[in-house]
């Protein structure tokens, strides 16, 4: 399993010198993924073209790219550009997001959301593959066909957790992106589902990355009741709630990665023995040492044969 770092924890109070910082740092540690949210009003995609020449070598992937937000056109040509930009290194994450979300922030209609993703597909997959696209759809309908700024499409992973959604990832696209998850929930549900359809179709293997917070530190309890508390959000919306009462338990700070450091190895281990291919770590550290501790921790594992 590959060890990856996910930013996306710094999106809160954003910085894009800071951000930039820390791909940096990400690819200088020799890391082989940097996963970083859309979310709020830092685009991810932009941020990767403007970064690409300070960060060399390492593959940057978002995580993930809200659908409603964005007609699938319009992704396709961001996509397509960034990818350009970076020299082939983007990874292509997109999701539906939440009802909450999509209803009360966004003012939206949440309908037939499994029907809005494989018109979404259907649009940009062919975009992003042949500059061409003659879709009409149920949700999207478009006609269009223009000059491709790359012909090495990124890879397209999708925030699939549910049996239909991972359905589509496994199906359609190179895996599924998770939060929330923990390694039961991987290894009885989420793992199964996406393998088996993407044999049923000979697609290679699916990349399962699963995301959670991580920190090292002697206070086990403590964090994970503070990260309870301060991720509670994920424990009520819908989809993850259910991973979470798949996986048996309570709320957020029951599946994040959190303890000493043989402690951490053991959790990420079990991890991968659940059948993830990738752990993004979103870094949580209240001050310098526990943040350099969990960094060595991660290069570590990163670094072990297997």
């Not at 049923?200 to 990260?227: N, Q, W």
Request: with cysteine.
């Amino acid at each position: 399993m590959r060890i990856s770092i996910n930013g996306s924890g710094r999106l809160e109070r954003p910085s894009l010198p800071s951000l930039v910082d820390h791909m940096t740092q990400a690819a200088a540690d020799g890391f082989p993924t940097y996963w970083l949210a859309q979310t709020g009003l830092v685009d991810a995609l932009t941020l990767f073209a403007a970064a690409a020449d300070k960060v060399p070598g390492i593959e940057l992937g978002t995580a993930v790219v809200p659908t409603f937000t964005r007609h699938p056109s319009a992704l396709a040509s961001q996509a397509l550009t960034a990818q350009a930009a970076t020299g082939g290194r983007i990874v292509l994450g997109i999701g539906l997001n939440h009802q909450p979300v999509v209803e009360e922030r966004w003012g939206m209609r949440w309908h037939k959301p499994i029907r809005h993703m494989l018109d979404y597909l259907d649009v940009l997959q062919p975009l992003m593959a042949t500059g061409k696209v003659s879709h009409h759809g149920e949700v999207f309908t478009t006609e269009s066909e223009s000059a491709l700024p790359t012909d090495d499409p990124p890879p397209i992973m999708l925030a699939a957790m549910g049996p239909q959604m991972l359905r589509i990832a496994g199906r359609r696209t190179a895996g599924t992106i998770l939060w929330m998850v923990g390694p039961r929930t991987i290894a009885d549900h989420i793992a199964p589902e996406i393998t088996e359809a993407a044999a049923e179709v000979g697609r290679p293997a699916p990349r399962i990355m699963c995301s959670l917070p991580t920190v090292v530190t002697d206070d086990e309890g403590k964090t994970r009741d503070f990260l309870g508390a301060a991720l509670k959000l994920y424990g009520e919306l819908p989809s993850y709630r259910a991973m979470l009462d798949r996986e048996g338990a309570a709320g957020p700070g029951d599946v994040a990665v959190a303890g000493d450091e043989e402690s951490v190895r053991q959790q990420l281990g079990a991890i991968a023995a659940a059948g993830a291919t990738e752990f993004a770590a979103v870094e949580v550290a209240g001050d310098p040492d526990t943040a350099a501790r969990t960094r060595a921790l991660l290069r570590e594992v990163d670094a072990a044969p297997g």
